[in-house]
Structure formats: structure tokens, C-alpha cells
């Protein structure tokens, strides 16, 4: 215990909650955590000399024993600070997992309301129509009265209202837009509506085409695009207002008049369709028919800035960008502590301070350590990694979900705020 110095990188061989820090394995950043660390009752501790700033100094003859006695003869105060801290911390990461319990339930709410709408969007089309606008104006008024926005990566437990996660990732995403450009209320519950709908023209395409995983043939890519045209003919039929039929048609029109079904160009598209445009876009690629072609959200957000710029309108993107992070939820990522993680919450107005899902096998798993990178200002995330590049079990461990769905809840802090 002697040999212990500031820039060593040890592990405690304790289990997380019998310990006062954040994590069972860390770089020793001041001569109070030593302190800390002689007073565990520990004989000795690893340390990791790739990971490490410093070398230990070579061990003399007593130094074990002498360790050992020190740390029995002068055992910590029964409740020193660090300890006080860890225990505030677990209390935060109970409140975290109540809110995560409370928004999930939230999710699957909203996507069971959005699969009552489609269901009677024909046959009952005022009611449905009503539904929706109730939804829409509730999700508006929340999104945009907070004062601030947090962004949450959904799970997989909803049985079977995927085929709704499409419409609602698209709805959220383009509220979230909405946010960051303040659109006036009026005009954003014409755009959720719009990306509500803006696939309800595919209920004119074949199932044969729709769930076809080879490349289309150029009729079959032809007749797939006429789903552009059919909304629009069906949002007529159902008498919604015409700005929503225009978010319906164009939304994969693009920036760069590379898009259909009018090849229209820069501001001749509309900006609510220009809105719909990369939530859909960006959605498609996290969330493909084809699982294994899915993009992880960093990479999603990283081909949309860097390949295909010039199909989205520039000062959208941008502000898309920044209200999901460099590394978006959903996200696993290396940290500079050498533990991996998973990005679990965006806040938007500090995306570069996510919330986080730590790996740690000696951990279980419903009971992960959580990470406010707000509060741990000393870690910092390396790089994004591919799910390929991460062992399985950490990967189970981490995220489960065959899917990236996106939900909100508002307030200031994730485990202060009420739900959208």
C-alpha cells in the first residue's frame, strides 16, 4: 500500500457498492483518494501499467504487512465524504432507473395511440384524425415549453409496436428540429402531423415490395416512389390541411433535387418537408429492414455530414447534429478510463455531456452503473465503436435492442422532469 502514487491505474478487488468511487478500476488522481484507498481494509490492490501515468516504486521488505496493519489499526470514519458521495450517487441512479421505467412507459403508450390511429384511419378517418392532432398538440406543448430537452434511446420491450417505432422515431426527431429553429406552435403541430403520416402512402405498395430485401428492379424503385404521391392523395381524401399533404409528398425530396417525387431543389421544398427529410433519412439508416445494414447512430450522423451534405438543407443538419451529440444515444463508445459504455440520454443543450451505461461484469446488469458525464468531468469518451468491434457479452450487457428508438422527456435533469 505504500508503493500507492497519484497516476497509478488500480482495481479494487471489492464489489462496486462496497467502495466509496464511481468505478471498481481507476487512474489515482490525488493524495485523498490514496488516503481513501489505505483505509479499505485492503492488503493490496492491482494496478494496470499500460494504464498507468507512473510506475510504483519498488516494494520494500515490509511493506505488505506493514500495509495491512496500518490499514486495520486506523480504519476510515465510519461515514467519510467519499462514501457520502457514492451514496448520493446511488440514490441518483435509483431516481435514473425509476425515470427510465416511467419514460419506456410512455413510449409504448404513445406507439399503442399511433397503432389505434392507423388502424382506424379508414374506416373511422375523423376519430383517427382527432387522435392524432390530440397526440401531436400534447407532444408539441411538451417539447416545446421545456427548458430543456432529454433525449432517451428506448429499448426493445414493446411486443409488437415496431411497426410504429418508424412514424413515432420520425415524429420526435422533427419535434426536436422544431425545438432548435422555434417554430411557432401552430406551424409544429403541422409538422408532427406531417411526419406522423408521412409513410401512409406505403399502404398503396405491395407487402411484396415493401418487405423485399434484394435491390429494387427500376420499376419495382418506381413504383415504391409513387408512395410520395399517394400520401398526398390520401391526406386530400382525408381532408387534412394542405401543408400536411405537402410534408407527406416531399418528404424524401432533397437538398440537392436528387430526391422524388418532384425532383425539387433547395427552397423549393418546403422547410417542414426539409425537417421530415433528415429525421426520416437519419432513422432509415440507424433502422433499415435489414438489420445487419444498420448504421450504428454515430455512424448515421457521421455519413449524413460527411457523405451526403449537399441532400439536406445545411443549417437544419447542423442544428440536427448538435441536438444529438457527436455520439448520439444509443451509442457505444471506449472512455478514457479503458471501460466501455453505451450513450443512454442526450441532454440538448449539453450534448457533449451524455449520460451513460457503464460495462462492468462484477455489476449486474439491472443494477449498470450510470455515468453523468456533467458530474464525472475527468472521463471522457475515446471513440465510437461498431457493435462487431465490442465482445458479446459486453454487448448484451450493454444493449439488447435490435433498434434505436428515440423518446423526450423535458426538465433540466432526466431525474427532475416529468415525461412527454
Not at 103 to 123: H, M, Q, V
Request: hydrophobic fraction near 40%.
Amino acid at each position: 500500500m505504500k508503493q500507492l502514487r497519484v497516476g497509478l491505474y488500480i482495481e479494487l478487488d471489492l464489489k462496486w457498492f462496497e467502495h466509496p468511487f464511481t468505478f471498481s478500476r481507476f487512474k489515482i488522481k490525488s493524495e485523498e483518494q490514496i488516503s481513501t484507498i489505505r483505509g479499505l481494509g485492503l492488503a493490496t490492490v492491482r494496478y494496470h501499467p499500460d494504464l498507468s501515468d507512473v510506475a510504483p516504486p519498488p516494494p520494500e521488505g515490509a511493506d505488505r504487512d506493514e500495509a495491512a496493519a496500518g490499514a486495520a489499526e486506523a480504519p476510515p470514519p465510519d461515514v467519510s465524504p467519499a462514501l457520502l458521495a457514492k451514496r448520493a450517487m446511488m440514490e441518483r441512479l435509483k431516481r435514473h432507473r425509476e425515470d427510465t421505467a416511467r419514460i419506456e412507459g410512455a413510449f409504448a403508450s404513445t406507439a399503442r395511440t399511433i397503432r389505434e390511429i392507423e388502424k382506424n384511419l379508414f374506416s373511422r378517418p375523423e376519430d383517427a384524425t382527432r387522435q392524432a392532432t390530440a397526440l401531436v398538440t400534447h407532444i408539441t406543448d411538451a417539447i416545446l415549453c421545456a427548458p430543456e430537452l432529454a433525449i432517451h434511446v428506448m429499448g426493445d420491450s414493446l411486443g409488437n409496436e415496431e411497426l410504429y417505432f418508424h412514424s413515432l422515431n420520425v415524429t420526435m426527431l422533427s419535434m426536436m428540429i422544431a425545438r432548435e429553429v422555434q417554430l411557432p406552435a401552430e406551424l409544429a403541430n403541422v409538422l408532427g402531423l406531417g411526419a406522423l403520416f408521412h409513410d401512409i402512402g406505403r399502404k398503396n405498395i405491395p407487402d411484396k415490395i415493401l418487405t423485399k430485401i434484394d435491390p429494387y428492379s427500376q420499376s419495382e424503385q418506381n413504383l415504391y416512389e409513387m408512395h410520395a404521391q399517394y400520401g398526398m392523395d390520401i391526406a386530400q381524401r382525408l381532408r387534412l390541411p394542405a401543408a400536411i399533404g405537402a410534408i407527406i409528398r416531399d418528404h424524401h425530396e432533397l437538398f440537392d433535387g436528387g430526391g422524388y417525387p418532384g425532383r425539387l431543389k433547395g427552397e423549393a421544398i418546403g422547410v417542414l418537408a426539409r425537417i421530415v427529410a433528415i429525421a426520416n433519412y437519419y432513422d432509415e439508416l440507424c433502422n433499415p429492414l435489414v438489420a445487419a445494414q444498420a448504421l450504428t447512430p454515430h455512424e448515421s450522423l457521421s455519413m449524413m455530414f460527411a457523405k451526403h451534405r449537399a441532400k439536406f438543407d445545411p443549417k437544419l443538419l447542423q442544428m440536427f447534429i448538435r441536438c444529438l451529440g457527436v455520439y448520439p444515444p444509443g451509442t457505444i463508445v471506449q472512455l478514457s478510463n479503458g471501460m466501455t459504455g453505451m450513450v443512454t440520454t442526450v441532454n440538448t443543450a449539453l450534448p457533449m455531456k451524455p449520460m451513460l451505461v457503464i460495462h462492468d461484469a462484477s455489476v449486474p446488469r439491472n443494477e449498470a452503473i450510470m455515468v453523468d458525464m456533467e458530474r464525472d468531468t475527468d472521463l471522457q469518451i475515446v471513440k465510437a465503436l461498431r457493435p462487431g468491434q465490442v465482445p458479446p457479452e459486453v454487448l448484451a450487457y450493454l444493449s439488447p435492442r435490435k433498434r434505436v428508438s428515440y423518446y423526450f422527456d423535458t426538465g433540466a435533469k432526466p431525474s427532475e422532469s416529468s415525461g412527454v
